[in-house]
């Protein structure tokens, strides 16, 4: 299990967007991925630009990155941390939000079939793929921060702890195992 760190609502710094955009040139057998990663995390970054003044942003500059120590240091200091997709939908920063008392806000993971699967209504808030109701959920998260927190951060941290116990994770696997042609039968 995470490092579950005390937390709480007093964060200076409301959206914690600290993520690479564009990412460096990147290809898998021989053909360029990074687009794909550019085209949907520019969504959320052009969403970002319009909020108001009022609601502070913390963002990678461009090109650039931070040390780790630093990366984690603004992410304890956040409220919102945004997780856009990136090469896949499951990023590290996903169970680092509610490790350090903030609220995850991704794309809709309603498509993904995983297990364990955390992803639901109540540990995450989710948004659409265009990032185009983005500024609603981060102001309706702040105006609601200190019960929301709450809510969210221990929700993801409980069914988080529940599905990634080693025993959790034999019995599915074992289950699995035993759906295949040839399971238990002797060589």
């Avoid at 109701?133 to 988080?160: H, P």
């Amino acid at each position: 299990t995470p490092q579950w760190f005390k937390y709480d609502s007093n964060k200076d710094i409301d959206v914690c967007a600290m993520f690479s955009y564009p990412a460096k040139e990147n290809t898998e057998f021989q053909v360029p991925t990074n687009q794909y990663y550019d085209a949907h995390r520019k969504r959320c970054i052009d969403e970002l630009k319009k909020l108001p003044p009022s609601i502070k942003v913390q963002m990678l500059e461009e090109g650039k990155k931070v040390p780790i120590e630093q990366y984690y240091n603004i992410m304890s200091r956040s409220k919102i941390i945004i997780a856009p997709f990136g090469y896949g939908e499951i990023a590290p920063r996903d169970i680092e939000s509610s490790q350090f008392g903030a609220i995850l806000i991704k794309p809709d993971m309603s498509h993904i079939e995983t297990i364990p699967n955390p992803y639901n209504s109540t540990t995450f808030v989710s948004c659409d793929w265009g990032y185009v109701a983005l500024r609603d959920k981060i102001e309706s998260i702040l105006s609601d921060f200190k019960r929301l927190q709450g809510y969210y951060v221990e929700n993801m941290r409980k069914t988080y702890t529940e599905l990634y116990r080693p025993e959790h994770l034999v019995i599915h696997t074992h289950k699995w195992l035993s759906t295949l042609d040839g399971y238990g039968t002797e060589n």
